[in-house]
């Protein structure tokens, strides 16, 4: 398409569609990873196989250095990261021309942070999208390039959203690409500040179920949101922790429980727990450190109905 | 004063396409005597598909020209490469067209707004119409040219979403000399339940389905549903046996037999300054002036940011030959009223009624979704060829 010259910086299989599409093209000359990173080297190292492109492992202490090295070796007009852990200090995205751009897989500005998609799920909200954006000093800050949208479904999880966001950002790889090619500026616009809102790593208690103050519904937003990455949403019972993997809503609870209480714990009706809005919650995959199970075989572990989670 | 660049096209198919549109626009900024506030630069994009082209000319237009606003003649595909261009120098991409495609993704640019004919909604309705209202199966016939465009898919898919059972799908070939029903009279006499064609064809190829159609009584006979194209009084028709073709309808975006005073007012306008008479083309010409009316009013009242003034546009109708013309808040689509069109005699088409329900109709066409796997479509803009 052009001779754009990229390098291009990742850390999770989330950037594997957008990186499939700037090879396509033949834009990039090399692919940088933290060396810590096993499982995307095993990626890379398949998909890099047979195109000429050098994958760089860098370190935590010395990844200044080495990138300056690889972009002065490989002379990139652009920079792009498609999620990678290390902040760039200004020396580094300066030097290629066209400075650094990132694939950020939220929406900016109203979620800044390192885990945006989660971050989409836990505040319930009805939109995520990828925001393609220029590097600058800030973490998350620099001029929009370019947004999409797409809806969050009642019963995404944070597997088949990171999913549907990676092709958005292949698309907009695309795009972008044309936009290098056939302009003389990278367009971009000054993030609304007013609207900006940033978000850390989530805490143990953010991914815990509240089963007092949750409905059923934010429950299940927070089940989602931790499949598959967190195995579950945290819950526990007689002081025994474990997550909650997928659940699903049930008719409106018969009669008045204390939210957290286990209403059935049997194969003929499965894991079904009162939620504080008077729903039933039907518990039907359940993580534990002997693993996954059904809901129901929490039965097998002694708990029974009547007991509570908390 | 405003700087307006125009992107246009050009078409052997229909040759006055760009310079009908164009002086629709003219008039339009005549007769409302705001001619003066508007420097309009032009330019020619071609068939609207070479996007390196476009995109460089729009470029140059905010850059080195410094217009506040582009109107596009041209398609989807491309106005998605060109939203952050705009976005970011804050400048208005009026993208017009005749909607024979719908976006991927229908969430818009901050600065973006869309201006169509709404054809894709229109061939929805008609597909949904003749499920309604025939025993369910039908015989679908689209000219080579005319499938390559979403409103064939609209159209299909919403027969076949209400009911409709695809019997048989004839393409035809897109020379002339090779043009032939003969295998949807085979078709026929295999399914002997089929009344219903629903069928998608513009220009000769449209003039050449009309004639074969007279010339065959067991395809006059049907009921025959169509696409707005099938309905443009352009059409220069010449019967076979007969001038009946029994039951020809489709929903159709504007029709010069319209009442409406603003209606009335452009055919004259129009016709006594141009010498020709209104058709789609002077028509979205004339409507994207009424916009360029409504953009200037914004930034007399002191409104000159662009996603400001687009806002500002969702919120007023504008009364336009075609009635009344809104701006959808969701999508920055601007859509207007839906009239069922019949044509019992080729000369003669009628308009039977409006939808009613029109707005409600366009937000459940806008969650219209392309089936999942592999697509393909023209990348030229609908009758730019």
């Known amino acids: 398409m052009n001779?754009?010259?990229?390098?291009?910086?990742?850390?999770?299989?989330?950037?594997?569609?957008?990186?499939?599409?700037?090879?396509?093209?033949?834009?990039?000359?090399?692919?940088?990873?933290?060396?810590?990173?096993?499982?995307?080297?095993?990626?890379?190292?398949?998909l890099l196989k047979d195109t000429g492109v050098p994958l760089l492992l860098l370190s935590k202490k010395d990844y200044r250095i080495q990138?300056?090295?690889?972009?002065?070796?490989?002379?990139?007009?652009?920079?792009?990261?498609?999620?990678?852990?290390?902040?760039?200090?200004?020396?580094?995205?300066?030097?290629?021309?066209?400075g650094f751009v990132n694939?950020?897989?939220?929406?900016?500005?109203?979620?800044?942070?390192?885990?945006?998609?989660?971050?989409?799920?836990?505040?319930?909200?009805?939109?995520?999208?990828?925001?393609?954006?220029?590097?600058?000093?800030?973490?998350?800050?620099?001029?929009?390039?370019?947004?999409?949208?797409?809806?969050?479904?009642?019963n995404d999880t944070y597997g088949t959203l990171q999913t549907k966001l990676a092709y958005l950002a292949a698309k907009l790889?695309?795009?972008?690409?044309?936009?290098?090619?056939?302009?003389?500026?990278?367009?971009?616009?000054?993030?609304?500040?007013?609207?900006?809102?940033?978000?850390?790593?989530?805490?143990?208690?953010?991914?815990?179920?509240?089963?007092?103050?949750?409905?059923?519904?934010?429950?299940?937003?927070?089940?989602?949101?931790?499949?598959?990455?967190?195995?579950?949403?945290?819950?526990?019972?007689?002081?025994?922790?474990?997550?909650?993997?997928?659940?699903?809503?049930?008719?409106?609870?018969?009669?008045?429980?204390?939210?957290?209480?286990?209403?059935?714990?049997?194969?003929?009706?499965?894991?079904?727990?009162?939620?504080?809005?008077n729903k039933k919650l039907i518990i039907n995959i359940i993580y534990t450190n002997e693993g996954f199970f059904s809901g129901w075989k929490l039965g097998e572990f002694g708990v029974s109905a009547g007991m509570m989670f908390t | 004063m405003l700087r307006a660049g125009l992107l246009l096209p050009r078409s052997t198919f229909y040759p006055s396409l760009g310079i009908d549109f164009f002086n629709g626009l003219k008039e339009l900024l005549k007769y409302k005597q705001i001619k003066d506030d508007f420097l309009l630069t032009t330019d020619n994009i071609g068939f609207g598909v070479n996007e390196q082209e476009i995109y460089t000319k729009a470029e140059k237009m905010i850059l080195q020209d410094d217009v506040d606003l582009v109107i596009l003649f041209a398609d989807v595909m491309i106005t998605e490469l060109l939203q952050p261009l705009f976005s970011a120098t804050n400048k208005i991409l009026l993208t017009v067209n005749f909607g024979a495609n719908f976006p991927e993704n229908w969430t818009p640019g901050a600065t973006a707004i869309t201006h169509t004919l709404n054809f894709c909604w229109h061939t929805?309705?008609?597909?949904?119409?003749?499920?309604?209202?025939?025993?369910?199966?039908?015989?679908?016939?689209?000219?080579?040219?005319?499938?390559?465009?979403?409103?064939?898919?609209?159209?299909l898919n919403a027969h076949q979403v209400n009911g409709g059972i695809p019997v048989y799908n004839?393409?035809?070939?897109?020379?002339?000399?090779?043009?032939?029903?003969?295998?949807?009279?085979?078709?026929l006499k295999e399914n002997t339940d089929v009344s219903t064609l629903l069928c998608l064809f513009s220009g000769d190829q449209a003039e050449r389905f009309y004639a074969e159609v007279t010339r065959n009584t067991e395809l006059s006979r049907l009921n025959i549903y169509v696409s707005p194209m099938m309905l443009d009084e352009q059409l220069n028709l010449s019967a076979g046996k007969t001038e009946s073709v029994c039951h020809v309808k489709g929903y159709i975006p504007w029709h010069s037999s319209l009442k409406n005073e603003a209606n009335i007012s452009f055919q004259k306008h129009y016709n006594e300054n141009t010498g020709n008479k209104?058709?789609?083309?002077?028509?979205?010409?004339?409507?994207?002036?009424?916009?360029?009316?409504?953009?200037?009013?914004?930034?007399?009242?002191?409104?000159?940011?662009?996603?400001?003034?687009?806002?500002?546009?969702?919120?007023?109708v504008v009364e336009s030959p075609r009635g009344r013309i809104k701006t959808d808040t969701e999508t920055h689509y601007?859509?207007?009223?839906?009239?069922?069109?019949?044509?019992?005699?080729?000369?003669?088409?009628?308009?039977?009624?409006?939808?009613?329900?029109?707005?409600?109709?366009?937000?459940?066409?806008?969650?219209?979704?392309?089936s999942s796997g592999e697509t393909s479509n023209w990348r030229n803009t609908y009758l730019c060829i």
């Open chain 2, 124 to 155: 929805s309705l008609t597909g949904e119409l003749a499920a309604k209202e025939t025993n369910k199966q039908a015989v679908n016939i689209v000219s080579y040219y005319d499938g390559g465009y979403r409103q064939c898919f609209c159209m």
């Open chain 1, 3 to 46: 001779n754009i010259k990229i390098i291009l910086l990742c850390n999770n299989p989330v950037a594997v569609p957008g990186i499939r599409e700037f090879l396509f093209h033949g834009n990039i000359t090399a692919v940088c990873i933290p060396e810590k990173n096993k499982e995307m080297q095993h990626i890379l190292n398949m």
């Open chain 2, 278 to 316: 209104a058709n789609y083309f002077s028509l979205l010409g004339w409507e994207s002036g009424l916009l360029l009316h409504e953009i200037k009013k914004q930034h007399d009242t002191g409104n000159t940011n662009a996603s400001n003034i687009i806002v500002a546009l969702t919120n007023i």
């Open chain 1, 173 to 277: 790889s695309a795009n972008f690409l044309k936009i290098l090619s056939y302009g003389t500026i990278i367009p971009s616009a000054p993030q609304d500040e007013s609207k900006a809102a940033y978000y850390n790593m989530p805490g143990a208690k953010e991914l815990t179920i509240d089963w007092k103050m949750m409905s059923a519904e934010k429950i299940i937003r927070l089940v989602n949101a931790c499949n598959p990455w967190n195995k579950g949403a945290g819950t526990s019972i007689n002081n025994w922790v474990i997550g909650i993997t997928e659940a699903e809503i049930s008719e409106a609870g018969s009669e008045e429980k204390l939210p957290g209480t286990i209403i059935f714990c049997d194969k003929a009706n499965g894991l079904t727990v009162q939620t504080s809005d």
């Open chain 1, 103 to 154: 694939f950020h897989y939220g929406l900016l500005p109203a979620c800044r942070g390192p885990q945006p998609i989660l971050w989409h799920l836990l505040n319930n909200d009805t939109e995520a999208g990828v925001t393609l954006h220029q590097l600058d000093a800030g973490i998350d800050t620099g001029p929009v390039i370019t947004q999409e949208k797409i809806s969050i479904a009642q």
């Open chain 2, 334 to 370: 601007t859509y207007g009223p839906a009239y069922l069109a019949e044509r019992s005699k080729l000369s003669d088409i009628k308009i039977v009624e409006e939808l009613n329900g029109a707005d409600g109709s366009w937000q459940k066409f806008t969650k219209t979704k392309l």
């Open chain 1, 67 to 98: 990138l300056a090295v690889a972009i002065e070796q490989y002379k990139p007009d652009i920079g792009v990261i498609m999620t990678f852990p290390y902040v760039l200090p200004a020396e580094i995205i300066t030097m290629p021309a066209k």
């Open chain 2, 170 to 187: 004839h393409i035809t070939n897109i020379r002339t000399e090779q043009f032939t029903l003969d295998p949807v009279l085979s078709a």
